[in-house]
């Protein structure tokens, strides 16, 4: 982690120096900033200033590194009031000199996971079994218990364990199997399903979706699961020009049946502001009509076909064949799934879950 070495006050803002460089933070951004009594508020972590004024502060007299109950700060004391504006050392560093996110093991071949089977009544108890779930969730994109009983209440409560079920146009939570005819959607029959994302029709496209398996006979039906941040950093260092497209052309998804029409569009792969792959989002089954330039589209066909064949090259592939009790669950954001053909019965009850709490309870855990 890095360190402050210094700080200074000038008429134009903070000068802060860590490893050796210096940055200048405006005054403004110093009152938007504080973290004392009078800033923040430290029980619900929100502002108590409003420093989006047409007129900026006046120049501190002198700045300082200090410690507060044991939190290095940065001490800031105005000309025109005896309180003191501090902000932790830490929260600056943060922000000047980020550390890089957290490497994940992207993995090409399912033999390079190393997902732990855990158990449903642990992961309800324990917040060390629910550390282990999360932590395969978070590195490989998937993970698997076994020992479910019940129903949507267990589905529910084991949901509740990360976040809180999504509701979606499939309720809150579901049922799926091929005599469910509630739905017209490939999902419900015995054909092959190719590996997708869910949700592309969706502006907050599912999370996490998580299959607990009750009912399974017959033959086939084992689950599929690719890594999509696996095979977008394939494209980004082996077929540039595809990756360029696949970040920056946005592709229409829709999801229409009596009632309904959902309609949404993103880029195949989102990047976040650092160039960082968040969101894989592909499905050939929900994908809308679009039109681009001849070159353009022909540029768009050719880079989402380059991305479709890694994700159905099957040397990629994860294939889990659940029974009754075991647990499925994904990052809908991050792995592709599907399923082979099948014959017999196969039914799950299941929910979704949103984005933002997995990684909310990643971050509470630690992992």
Known sequence: MSVIDAVSATAAGLVVAINGSETELSWRWVRDHGEDKESFDPTTKQRRVYAINPEPPQPAMRAELSVIDGTPIVCIIWPESPEKTWISQSTITDLLDPRPPSARACWHRPQETAVTKGNVSDVLTSDAALSAWVADIADF????????????????????????????????????????????????????????????????????QMFCCTERSGTGGESVIVDGFAI??????????????????????????????????????????????????????????????????DAFYRAYGQLHEFANDRSRWMSIRLEPGDVLINDNWRVLHGREAYTGGRRFVGCYLNHSDLESRMRTLGV
């Open 141 to 208: 994109g998937f993970g698997v218990l076994g020992g479910f009983q019940g129903g949507h209440t267990e589905v529910t409560a084991l949901a509740r364990r990360i976040g809180y079920p999504q509701s979606t146009i499939f309720g809150t939570t579901w049922d799926l199997a091929s005599d469910i005819d509630a739905h017209d959607d490939t999902a419900y029959t015995q054909t092959f399903l190719a590996p997708h994302t869910d949700g592309t029709y969706a502006h907050e496209a599912p999370g996490l």
């Open 232 to 297: 977008a950093e394939t494209l980004r260092t082996e077929h540039a020009e595809d990756f360029e497209v696949l970040t920056s052309v946005s592709v229409p998804g829709h999801y229409i049946e009596p009632g309904v029409e959902l309609r949404t569009s993103r880029p195949a792969i989102r990047l976040d502001d650092h160039g960082n792959i968040v969101q894989i989002s592909m499905n050939n089954y929900d994908r809308s009509p679009m039109h681009l330039p001849s070159g353009d589209m």
